[in-house]
């Protein structure tokens, strides 16, 4: 009872076995590996996604603490050239 308060979400043994049931049925068995390898290679792109925009943070932040630590480095631009 508490536990379906905290997390409304929470799946028993008995809901887990339906709707594996019933993806079996709608999908059969042999589309059920084609989508587990859909779902994988999404899942693993995702995460590759994820890492890259990771790498590009971690550049940036390097970028920024070196162009901080020697200012004289930083392009100075007049506003008023044109």
């Known amino acids: 009872m508490i536990l379906s308060l905290v ?15 019933v993806i079996i049925l709608l ?3 042999r589309k059920i590996p084609e989508l587990m390898q859909g779902i994988g290679k999404g899942v693993k ?4 996604g994820m890492n890259e925009v990771e790498k590009e943070m ?3 932040t390097s970028d ?5 630590k020697s200012p004289d480095k930083i392009e100075k631009k007049n506003e008023y050239s044109k």
């Open 7 to 21: 997390y409304p979400l929470a799946f028993g043994t008995w809901e887990i076995i339906a709707i594996v049931a």
């Open 58 to 60: 971690n550049e940036i």
């Open 64 to 68: 920024i603490d070196s162009s901080a």
């Open 27 to 29: 999908f059969g068995g």
């Open 45 to 48: 792109s995702f995460k590759k």
